[in-house]
């Protein structure tokens, strides 16, 4: 089921989300809503804040691109956790399905080593780069409150870009 993706201004957004302690079914369909979701919108990510679930859980799928590491794939992140990143960093252009219609730049570490748990509750282990690592980041600041705008390179470096708006 497509669920409405809350936008900026929504205090759901700001608040830290509560731990995950049991995979049930509720979570598996939740999970398969935020794919939906994210797909229906064409993200590459989507946490579970941004459609009103304040619980650690994101999903991260990069379209398949021969030069980036990673992408063709799904990846769901429960009750993520930072476990290093890398002193190299990189600047890139961001967007959010929270923010719709903007564009800014954010730097990020470019790799990254994230544990989490899959949504069989496996204990999982990515080391990831470049954008998968900046994807997979960027949705873990949604568990903190956190939104890229928070952390533009210089407060200027946010601008309007000209896209649809989806039906939801
Ligand atoms: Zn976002």
Known sequence: MIRKVKKIGDPV???????????????HKLIDDMVETMHHHMGI???APQIG???RIAVVALEKREDVPGSG??????????????PEKSV????????????GQVERPHKVIIKAMDR?????KHEVEGWLARAMLHE????????YIDK???PDKIWPVDEPELDE
């Not at 890139?92 to 564009?103: A, D, V, Y």
């Not at 873990?140 to 939104?147: Q, S, T």
């Open 152 to 154: 533009l390179i210089a």
């Open 140 to 147: 873990i600041d949604h568990l903190e409150g956190v939104m």
């Open 120 to 124: 069989n509750g496996n204990r999982v």
């Open 53 to 55: 679930i304040s619980q």
């Open 13 to 27: 957004l700001r608040k830290r989300a509560n731990k995950v302690d049991k995979i049930t079914k509720d979570i």
């Open 92 to 103: 890139e252009q961001e967007g959010c399905l929270s923010i719709p219609g903007w564009r």
């Open 73 to 86: 794939q799904l990846y769901t992140l429960i009750n993520p956790e930072i476990l290093k990143t890398s």
């Open 45 to 47: 990510g989507l946490a």
